[in-house]
C-alpha cells in the first residue's frame, strides 16, 4: 500500500465554487429559513436567541448560502471565530484526515501531538520571550475560567478584578466577571464571589481629555481601597472590550495597569478570545503597546471554527499547579487540533495580520465618513479588523439601541450579516472574515452604508 494516498472523501476545499458575491433569491428570511424557525421554537429553549432566523445550508470564505439559496456577505464570522474564512482549505483537510483516524482519547488518558503542536505554537506566538506553558480546553470562558485557578493557585489570593463594560462568557463564575445584565446574569445568581469591577479606559465616555493614565489610576484607586491589592490574584482585561462595544482604551491605560501589576504581586491576564489570532493587525491585541500578560485566554479563531480554547501563561505560574489541577474530558481535541494547526498555518502563510490592517482601514474610512454626514453616529473606532459605530441620539452621548437594531436589520434584510454589541445594546461591529476579497467587504459597506443613510435621515 502507498503511504501516501490522499484521505478518503472528496478533495479539501470542496466548497471552493461558492461564488464570493451577495446575492438573494428570496426575501430573508426566505421561505425554508421561516418553515425552520417554526420547527426550532419548538424544539430549541426560548433562551437560546439568534441574531437572524437564516437557517445556513454551506459557506465558503465570506458567502453564506443560506437553505433558501440566497448568498450572504459575513460581516461577523460567527463573533470572530472564522478569521481564516469559512471551510479555509487547510481547516477542512486536517478536521477531515484527523476525525478519520481517531476522534477523541481524553488527553488525560493516551496522548497524542497535535495537542502539544499547538501548546508549542501558542507558547511562540503570544506575546513575550520567557518559557511558558498552555493548557487546552473548549471555550472561551473555561480559559477564563482555568486563568482564575491557575492565577488563585499562583498567588494564594483570591480576588479576581475584571473592567465595566467586560465580557469574560456565561458560565457561574464568568458570569460573576462580566458586566452587563441582561441578557447575561439576569436571574442567574447567586454569583461567585470574590469578583470586583472597575471602570476600564473608555475615551468615548470618559471625561473630556482623560488620559489613559488617568483611566488606569482611577481603577487603581479603587482597587486599592475597596479591594486592597494584597488579596488580588489577577486583574482580568480584554485589551479591547469586545460585546461591551469595541472599546479601545486610551494609550497608556494598559502599561500602567500592567506596571501596577508587577509592582503589587497581582498578575496581569489577558483575555484575548475576541481579539485573538490577527484581527487587530497583530498576533494578539496586547502587543499594540508592548504588554506581556502573565496569563492570555485565547479561543475563537484559534480552531478555525472547530471548538478550542487555551490558557498559555509563565511557566511558573502554569506548572505550579499539581498534576491532575487543569484538564477536562474534551480539552484539546484531536479534530480541533489539527484545525487549529490548519488555522494557525493559513494565518501566517496569507499574513492575515496585515490583511486586518488592510480591511480595517476599508471599514474605518467608510464608517468616518458616514460619520461625518450622520450626527447619530457617535464614535468609530476599533484597531486593524475589529471595526464598530457608536450610535447616539444625534449631539449627545445618549445611546440609540433603536437605531443599532434598525441599521443592523435592513442590513440582513438585504443579505449582509453585521453584529451589534455594547452594554447600552448601541454598537455596530464588523468582524468580517480576515480572508474577504476586498470588492465583497465594499459591496457589504455600500449596503451597511445605505442603511445608515435610510434608518439615520
Ligand atoms: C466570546 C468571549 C468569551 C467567551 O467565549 P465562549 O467560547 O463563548 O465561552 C470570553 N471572553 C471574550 C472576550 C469573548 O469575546
Request: hydrophobic share 45%; glycine share 12%; proline share 7%.
Amino acid at each position: 500500500m502507498s503511504t501516501t494516498e490522499s484521505p478518503p472523501g472528496p478533495p479539501p476545499g470542496g466548497h471552493a465554487g461558492i461564488a464570493q458575491v451577495r446575492s438573494l433569491v428570496t426575501t430573508v428570511p426566505g421561505p425554508r429559513s421561516r418553515e425552520l424557525e417554526h420547527r426550532r421554537s419548538a424544539a430549541v429553549a426560548a433562551g437560546v436567541s439568534s441574531t437572524l432566523p437564516v437557517f445556513i445550508e454551506e459557506a465558503f470564505g465570506a458567502i453564506l448560502v443560506d437553505v433558501d439559496g440566497n448568498s450572504l456577505i459575513d460581516l461577523g464570522s460567527g463573533i470572530a471565530v472564522v478569521g481564516v474564512g469559512h471551510a479555509a482549505p487547510a481547516v477542512v483537510e486536517a478536521v477531515r484526515g484527523q476525525a478519520a483516524r481517531f476522534a477523541h482519547t481524553c488527553f488525560m488518558v493516551t496522548p497524542y501531538e497535535s495537542y502539544v503542536a499547538v501548546c508549542e505554537e501558542l507558547n511562540n506566538l503570544t506575546p513575550g520571550a520567557g518559557e511558558k506553558r498552555t493548557m487546552l480546553c473548549n471555550s472561551g470562558a473555561e480559559a477564563v475560567e482555568n486563568v482564575v485557578k491557575v492565577a488563585r493557585h499562583a498567588t494564594g489570593r483570591q480576588a479576581v478584578v475584571a473592567l465595566d463594560h467586560a465580557y469574560h462568557g456565561r458560565t457561574n463564575l464568568t458570569m460573576a466577571l462580566t458586566a452587563r445584565n441582561m441578557p447575561y446574569r439576569d436571574g442567574f445568581g447567586p454569583f461567585a464571589p470574590e469578583i470586583y469591577r472597575v471602570p476600564p479606559s473608555y475615551p468615548f465616555r470618559d471625561p473630556d481629555g482623560m488620559t489613559g493614565e488617568e483611566a488606569a489610576d482611577r481603577a487603581v484607586e479603587l482597587i486599592e481601597r475597596q479591594v486592597g491589592a494584597d488579596n488580588v490574584a489577577c486583574l482580568l482585561v480584554e485589551p479591547i472590550q469586545g460585546e461591551g462595544g469595541f472599546v479601545v482604551p486610551a494609550p497608556g491605560f494598559l502599561p500602567a495597569l500592567a506596571r501596577w501589576c508587577a509592582q503589587r504581586g497581582v498578575l496581569f491576564a489577558a483575555d484575548e478570545v475576541q481579539t485573538g489570532f490577527c484581527r487587530t493587525g497583530t498576533w494578539f491585541a496586547c502587543e499594540d503597546e508592548g504588554i506581556v500578560p502573565d496569563l492570555v485566554a485565547t479561543a475563537k479563531a484559534l480552531g478555525g471554527g472547530m471548538p478550542l480554547a487555551a490558557v498559555t501563561g509563565r511557566a511558573d505560574l502554569m506548572d505550579g499547579v499539581h498534576p491532575g489541577g487543569l484538564g477536562g474530558t474534551y480539552g484539546g481535541n484531536p479534530v480541533a487540533c489539527a484545525a487549529a494547526l490548519g488555522a494557525i498555518e493559513t494565518m501566517r502563510t496569507l499574513d492575515l495580520a496585515r490583511r486586518a490592517l488592510i480591511l480595517g482601514e476599508a471599514m474605518t474610512g467608510r464608517l468616518r465618513a458616514l460619520q461625518d454626514v450622520h450626527a447619530g453616529i457617535g464614535d468609530v473606532r476599533g484597531r486593524g479588523a475589529m471595526v464598530a459605530m457608536e450610535l447616539v441620539q444625534p449631539g449627545t452621548a445618549v445611546p440609540d439601541p433603536d437605531a443599532a437594531k434598525r441599521i443592523a436589520g435592513r442590513c440582513h434584510r438585504d443579505g449582509v450579516v453585521v453584529l451589534t454589541c455594547g452594554t447600552f445594546g448601541n454598537v455596530i461591529r464588523l468582524l468580517p472574515p480576515l480572508t474577504i476579497e476586498e470588492t465583497l467587504l465594499a459591496d457589504g459597506l455600500d449596503v451597511l452604508g445605505q442603511a445608515v443613510d435610510a434608518e439615520l435621515a
